[in-house]
């Protein structure tokens, strides 16, 4: 059909302006990496409202990470007049906000708290003793696999007890049901929902209470889903729930991206779309880009090797490029190594730091880069990794918050009782759960009514005088700003003289919980809301759960390097990428030899690193590694075997070598020189390379011991202190240090 004249579209190549064109009606919009999916469904958005006058207010985006979300709310706001009043977030903060609004409906109370990863482990933990069939050595973390992939699945307790297999993880299925069950009775007793719910609650609500699908369908009239084939069947079920009335919905993926199966993900519903939606339109993207050339031919390349996927074109806009880069390291130190000096070499060629990142298969790989970038003193932001919120101060302090808001919160009080000691032991805790129990009220009752009730032999008034405590925070969380609420509990909790008798690392502490207290604050200019509604973002942007990852890393400068799993890089890209532990047992991972389908699984997770690339990308493998405290010779992944003459194996100054070579010092014996071997150090720093805690010989100043290490190369300072000057910054090209 014509385009419409405008100066948005114009901005598109013409499959991408038919697809951001599509006014009503469902719509497909199938395609490879990079061929501007997210960018269509972006204009498609901005075009709606330029063009055919949609409301803002009626529009409504999924994405699939909190990045993505704030990403997409930035480039909106360039094109689009109004964007503030565009509905952009995650399944899961969607469920956040239409359960606070309308959970009501539904017996959730006023103030329920979100539990995240943590906090379900304890509740596990609790009731998993009381459970037969299961065993005092189970892993809580076992159960929660089961219950997270029974809400994926949409499936309760009654359905696991149906279930025609007779063991859940291991579990017997009748076991499996009943701790589903306890945990659900447990955590809906104490006013709290966990992760799974914000989606399936949200189901419910929809399906029990048509008015309030209603309403919420008029704040969603255009309904669009990025990462469609990462969905699973919770999010699918939300998603057609939403859609039903006005039928407007655009969905973009790429089933060979699809990445997430172990956690409930089903490829089955972006191949299915047109079986949904018989009269969908389908939208093909065919160029690519992104990547250069070489890049681009690279993952065809790897990807026509799963059996099981639907064949689509992708073509390279960009030229050829650079060669793509293989180096198989001696081993995993010498892969940092390798890493650093060619960041440090880009760097140096007027390359930001923020245009490079380093993918992994798992979150421990990040280690060995982060001390190799550190020693060079490349600046390295973690994304996914321990987050600011998960930090333990962090969480302490939040749990009082909790139950100041919502004094039934059984898990928050049990965090925080003895943190500091206020004179309430184990004993004492449990017959206060016990009576609590018996009497049907929260723990906190149970303290408050400790004295007069006898439910103590004797040091009854701690309890009192806890929930005295707790009722007065649940005051300052009436009357307070949520940045000055938080003041007052950190002050008032006994926290920082807990953390004074902490010394160094009370400190850092201590630092946190003002950068917590920061952050309310920057939280209030931004948003409107009351402590509760902080709590929730902070919920959200907290947990392990990498997939959840937000605001980390509070104290890296700007311009850093980015270090993620290859999970985490979904959508986005960098000018220059590096993939470690190319091997197998890493990628593929062990498991997924294992499981159905996991080899191709893992295929289409390398697939979607290689295609973060935009000019460099290098891979890399190191041949012996420590895992487990022991070091052990790898193998090369069998995708690298997949991948034939696609890219260059070089030694470490990048010079090409055979592949099939053992190691690369059989093309280079002139760089093996002095304790190169036995160090294990890359030789572009080998001899000179100065470690932090290092003694070292100076011919003036005699012994000394290297503090700090700055630069590489030519250019590599270290500041020795020597007991008979004191410390010296020098300059290790001219310094003449011998190492000792
Ligand atoms: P992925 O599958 O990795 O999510 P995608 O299909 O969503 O990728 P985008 O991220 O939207 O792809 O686009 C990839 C890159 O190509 C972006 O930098 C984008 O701005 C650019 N791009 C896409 N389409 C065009 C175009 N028509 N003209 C210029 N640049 C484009
Ligand atoms: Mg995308």
Not at 391 to 408: F, G, Q, S, V
Not at 491 to 514: A, C, F, I, K
Not at 684 to 698: L, N, P, Q, S
Not at 724 to 740: E, Q, R, S
Request: with cysteine; aromatic share 8%; proline share 4%.
């Amino acid at each position: 059909p014509d385009l419409p004249d405008s100066p948005l579209l114009s901005q598109l190549n013409p499959n991408q302006a038919q697809a951001a064109n599509h006014y009503t009606g469902p719509a497909l919009v199938i395609a490879g990496a990079g061929s501007g999916k997210t960018r269509t469904l972006i204009y498609r958005i901005a075009h709606l409202i330029n063009h055919y006058g949609v409301d803002p207010g009626e529009i409504l985006a999924v994405t699939f990470t909190n990045k993505a979300a704030a990403e997409m709310r930035e480039r909106a706001k360039h094109l689009i007049h109004g964007a503030d009043r565009l509905w952009m977030s995650t399944f899961h903060s969607a469920g956040v906000r239409i359960l606070r609004a309308y959970g009501e409906h539904i017996g959730l109370r006023r103030g329920f708290v979100i539990y995240d990863d943590d906090d379900q482990l304890d509740l596990l933990k609790e009731i998993m003793g009381t459970i037969p069939g299961v065993g005092p050595d189970t892993n809580p973390r076992v159960l929660r696999g089961i219950l997270d992939r029974a809400k994926s699945n949409l499936l309760t307790p009654g359905d696991l007890d149906r279930s025609p297999e007779p063991f859940i993880s291991g579990l017997p299925r009748a076991a499996a049901a009943e701790v589903y069950r306890r945990y659900e009775a447990r955590k809906k007793g104490q006013n709290a929902i966990d992760f799974g719910d914000l989606i399936t609650e949200t189901v419910r609500l929809f399906r029990e209470v048509p008015g309030v699908l209603d309403r919420v369908q008029d704040r969603a009239r255009f309904i669009h889903v990025d990462e469609y084939q990462d969905t699973n069947k919770a999010q699918y079920e939300l998603t057609r729930l939403l859609v039903s009335r006005d039928r407007n919905l655009l969905v973009v993926g790429d089933p060979d991206q699809s990445i997430y199966k172990f956690r409930g993900a089903d490829i089955q519903n972006i191949l299915d779309f047109q079986k949904d939606y018989p009269d969908a339109k389908v939208y093909m993207l065919e160029h690519n880009y992104r990547s250069s050339a070489r890049v681009l031919g690279l993952a065809n390349k790897l990807i026509e090797n799963n059996s099981e996927r639907l064949e689509k074109t992708l073509r390279a806009v960009k030229e050829d490029g650079h060669p793509v880069m293989f180096h198989r390291a001696t081993d995993h130190r010498a892969e940092g190594d390798f890493v650093a000096e060619w960041l440090t070499r880009l760097h140096g060629e007027g390359l930001k730091f923020t245009d490079m990142a380093v993918l992994y298969r798992t979150n421990a790989q990040s280690r060995v880069i982060e001390e190799s970038l550190r020693r060079v003193q490349i600046p390295a932001k973690i994304v996914g990794g321990l987050s600011f919120y998960d930090r333990r101060e962090i969480k302490d302090i939040l749990a009082y918050a909790r139950l100041a808001i919502n004094p039934e919160d059984d898990v928050a009080l049990r965090r925080i009782v003895g943190r500091p000691k206020r004179g309430i032991g184990d004993t004492a805790l449990e017959r206060l759960m016990e009576w609590a129990r018996i009497n049907g009220t929260s723990l906190l009752t149970a303290c408050a009514h400790a004295q007069e009730r006898n439910i103590l032999d004797r040091g009854a008034q701690k309890p009192v005088e806890f929930a005295k405590l707790m009722h007065e925070m649940s005051e300052a969380a009436d009357n307070y700003e949520p940045g000055p609420f938080l003041r007052f509990v950190v002050e008032h909790s006994g926290y920082l003289d807990l953390l004074r008798q902490e010394g160094q690392e009370g400190q850092v502490r201590m630092e946190n919980l003002d950068e917590l207290v920061n952050a309310a604050e920057e939280w209030s200019q931004s948003n409107e809301g009351t402590i509760a509604d902080f709590l929730d973002d902070a919920a959200l942007l907290s947990s392990v759960d990498d997939m959840r990852a937000g605001r980390e890393n509070r104290d890296v400068p700007e311009d850093a390097v980015t270090l993620m799993t290859l999970h985490n890089a979904k959508g986005l890209e960098f000018p220059v990428v590096f993939i470690v532990g190319t091997e197998e047992g890493l990628l593929p991972s062990k498991n997924a030899l294992q499981e159905p389908g996991g080899i191709e699984e893992e295929r289409r997770l390398f697939y979607v690193g290689i295609t973060r690339a935009m000019d460099r990308l290098f891979l890399t493998a190191a041949q012996n590694r420590m895992q487990y405290g022991k070091t052990n010779s790898t193998e090369d992944s069998r995708f690298l075997e997949e991948l034939g003459d696609g890219f260059d194996a070089v030694d470490p100054y990048g010079q090409v070598i055979d592949y099939r070579a053992k190691t690369w010092r059989e093309f280079r014996p002139d760089v093996l020189t002095r304790a190169s071997a036995v160090k294990n150090t890359s030789p572009m720093t080998e001899g000179m390379a100065y470690r932090g805690g290092e003694k070292v010989r100076h011919p003036k100043f005699g012994e000394g011991q290297v503090l700090a290490v700055a630069g590489v190369g030519d250019r590599q300072e270290v500041t020795v202190h020597f007991p008979t000057v004191g410390a010296k910054k020098l300059l290790v090209k001219f310094a003449n240090l011998t190492k000792m």
